[in-house]
């Protein structure tokens, strides 16, 4: 996947990790969202996707080209259990019915199993009233079941336990390109990024290795201009 941001190209790879750091408010968020399409969060440039340019592409669409955002805060949804929106979205990228109702439960009940996850939630309204641990892995499981091409992880690892982040760790195995959004440096004890950029008032600032991990938990960000 390619995508231009101000006087910048970046592009993620199959089982590539790269981690976009930088101070709350710096545009990190802005940009997982113009990349998934949202609206409100229009990208000048282009991103290309598989050598399809994606960019006039709404939501949906990019979702069913291989396009996944963990969202930093998601929405309840009343009415639609976790279990029937993972299977719509699953559809959706398939471009097809989900086959066998109970195949793909038992599938998620594996899942859930592996990222220690209340399975009721399963049955439950779909971030409804569910504490902000549980909301983080029902989203570590649609990332497990969907199986995205590329997948842009915006705060996922805040407030995440340990199994979840062992399980976040194995995700380079399955050849899935990541943009990993965080301030934190927590996660990089279980993912290794490829690359790390610093971004600071919507701008790229600094680019480079696991080096930049070290310098921003000893001194933050203040040295990045």
Same mark, same amino acid.
């Given at each position: 996947?390619?995508?231009?941001?101000?006087? +910048?190209?970046?592009?993620?790879?199959?089982?590539? *990790?790269?981690?976009?750091?930088?101070?709350?408010?710096?545009?990190?968020?802005?940009?997982?969202?113009?990349?998934?399409?949202?609206?409100? +969060?229009?990208?000048?440039?282009? *991103? #290309?996707?598989?050598?399809?340019? #994606?960019?006039?592409?709404?939501?949906?669409?990019?979702?069913?080209? %291989?396009?996944?955002?963990?969202?930093?805060?998601?929405?309840?949804?009343?009415?639609?259990?976790?279990?029937?929106?993972?299977?719509?979205?699953?559809?959706?990228?398939?471009?097809?019915?989900?086959? %066998?109702?109970?195949? !793909?439960?038992? &599938?998620?009940?594996?899942?859930?199993?592996?990222?220690?996850?209340?399975?009721?939630?399963?049955?439950?309204?779909?971030? $409804?009233?569910?504490?902000?641990?549980?909301? &983080?892995? $029902?989203? *570590?499981?649609?990332?497990?079941?969907?199986?995205?091409?590329?997948?842009?992880?915006?705060?996922?690892?805040?407030?995440?336990?340990?199994?979840?982040?062992?399980?976040?760790?194995?995700?380079?195995?399955?050849?899935?390109?990541?943009?990993?959004?965080?301030?934190?440096?927590?996660?990089?004890? +279980?993912?290794?990024?490829?690359?790390?950029?610093?971004? &600071?008032?919507?701008?790229?600032?600094?680019?480079?290795?696991?080096?930049? #991990?070290?310098? #921003?938990?000893?001194?933050?960000?203040?040295? !990045?201009?």
């Amino acid at each position: 996947m390619s995508l231009k941001l101000t006087s +910048y190209n970046l592009e993620i790879k199959p089982g590539e *990790i790269i981690a976009l750091m930088g101070p709350n408010g710096s545009g990190k968020t802005s940009l997982g969202l113009g990349l998934i399409g949202h609206p409100d +969060y229009q990208l000048k440039g282009r *991103i #290309i996707l598989d050598k399809e340019d #994606i960019s006039g592409l709404k939501m949906n669409e990019r979702a069913r080209r %291989g396009l996944f955002l963990a969202w930093q805060n998601p929405i309840g949804i009343r009415g639609v259990t976790t279990e029937q929106l993972l299977r719509a979205a699953k559809a959706n990228c398939q471009k097809r019915k989900v086959k %066998g109702c109970c195949w !793909f439960r038992n &599938k998620l009940l594996k899942l859930g199993e592996k990222i220690n996850l209340n399975l009721k939630l399963l049955d439950r309204e779909i971030n $409804v009233n569910f504490s902000g641990g549980e909301k &983080k892995k $029902v989203q *570590i499981l649609e990332l497990l079941a969907l199986e995205p091409k590329y997948a842009i992880l915006d705060e996922l690892d805040s407030g995440m336990d340990t199994d979840s982040l062992r399980v976040l760790g194995k995700l380079k195995s399955k050849k899935m390109g990541l943009l990993l959004i965080t301030h934190q440096t927590r996660v990089f004890n +279980y993912l290794k990024p490829s690359l790390v950029l610093v971004m &600071k008032d919507r701008q790229i600032v600094k680019r480079g290795g696991e080096e930049l #991990i070290r310098q #921003i938990e000893q001194r933050g960000y203040e040295k !990045f201009k």
